[in-house]
């Protein structure tokens, strides 16, 4: 029998969540044949426990199944690669939170500089990733997004944050971290990670959201193998009912603006056979067809195994659109490829989001409506 994999369930926190992105309701199982024999344990054990599975692949002379379950504090660097700190509240604010959580948390010494709309002039901010490379943490965290990586790209030292991932620091962020992301795995080849940024995810006054907490704490303490989520109602056909695209696509891409920003440069990764995942913030669904029309034609979507629509907010339909939507947008992209076009992953500028791993060899699967990408550990 092909292995039975429990995925935490992604939709009990009692706090708030947002509607727009939503999870999957129950624990469910796939069943993939080119699954190893064991079964994955699920992490429902309290920290410090030992699993009581057999893991061929992670296997130590204590019974260990080789995870990281400690509640030992991780060590938090928090720099500024792209705009700068406004809101100086939610910026301290995150800061208590993470080291209300028990973290070592770690301000790079120009987190707070300003130039223009930056972070610092470009040597600066230039400068503060290599630090975070050099400085041995267990997690490199954004403050915020923005703008301002795209023109620092050719100064970055790719091969020191690549030994510095390699080492067992996770760089962690979103929206204008994309171009860092792509970059890195264009370059290097390197695993990073689309997930939260300090101020918008640790900073707000009403908390943190359940779900992305959760995902968060499995990636420093070595959980987290996967995320499953629900997809929208679609009309018959519109998605295969039951496929698996078996480990090794490539997982890439993130905010789709800064994505194609990248083509036609050194920074966009050659990805064939991969999964894109995409997202984006304040823009009209035609200027998000116009992208995927760039990358369309530029020849990238058609060498991809599947395309995924993350949480795409905050714009606003006009009487001109007469009925152009979104799903319009999705419904056309599907007309125009061959491969599967899945919707509704929980990521985003949203709060409620899952963590993502940039640059990971993953599985995908879907049965009915429930999709799930799974990674294993990256560690």
């Known amino acids: 029998m092909p292995p039975a994999v429990a995925w935490k369930n ?32 699920d992490h429902d054990h309290a920290h410090g426990e030992h699993c009581s599975h057999d893991h061929p692949a992670h296997a130590h002379h204590d019974g260990c199944c080789g ?29 208590k939170r993470l080291e209300g959580m028990g973290h070592q948390v770690e301000v790079d010494a ?34 915020r997004g923005g703008y301002g990586l795209t023109r620092i790209l050719p100064g970055i030292d790719y091969q020191a944050v690549a ?15 994309t ?22 995810d640790f900073g707000q006054k009403e908390g943190v959201d359940d779900i992305m907490l959760d995902c968060f704490e499995d990636l420093i303490y070595g959980h987290g193998e996967g995320t499953g989520w629900r997809m929208p109602k679609q009309p018959v056909g519109a998605v295969p009912d039951d496929f698996y695209i078996e480990g090794g696509a490539t997982l890439w891409g993130s905010n789709l603006a800064v994505l194609v920003s990248l083509l036609g440069t050194p920074y966009f990764p050659q990805v064939e056979g991969g999964i894109l ?11 998000i067809e116009r992208m995927l029309t760039q990358l369309l034609h530029a020849g990238v979507l058609a060498k991809q195994k599947a395309i ?45 989001k899952v963590l993502l791993p940039v640059g990971a060899p993953v599985s995908l699967s879907v049965e009915g409506r429930d999709a799930l990408i799974y990674w294993g550990h990256t560690h």
């Open 308 to 352: 995924v629509f993350g949480q795409f907010t905050e714009f606003k339909l006009t009487s001109h659109d007469k009925g152009y939507k979104l799903q319009s947008v999705i419904d056309w992209l599907r007309a125009q490829l061959r491969i599967p076009v899945l919707q509704g992953l929980p990521y985003g500028h949203v709060e409620t």
């Open 277 to 287: 995942f995409i997202e984006d913030v304040g823009e009209h669904p035609y200027k």
């Open 179 to 200: 171009a860092f992301q792509n970059a890195l795995l264009a370059q290097t080849g390197a695993i990073s990670w689309a997930g939260p940024a300090l101020i918008a």
């Open 10 to 41: 992604l939709a009990t926190s009692s706090k708030k969540k947002t509607p727009a992105t939503p999870v999957t309701a129950t624990k469910h199982a796939h069943d993939h044949p080119a699954q190893a024999q064991s079964p994955h344990c």
């Open 163 to 177: 030994k510095a991932v390699e080492q067992g620091t996770h760089f962690v962020g979103l929206s204008d971290f």
């Open 67 to 95: 995870h990281d379950h400690s509640v030992r504090p991780k060590h938090i660097y928090v720099y500024s690669p792209s705009g700068a700190v406004r809101d100086k509240a939610a910026f301290k604010r995150a800061i």
């Open 110 to 143: 120009d987190a707070l500089s300003s130039h223009q709309r930056f972070a610092g002039d470009d040597a600066t901010r230039i400068a503060s990733i290599h630090r975070a490379a050099a400085i041995g943490a267990d997690v490199a965290l954004i403050s």
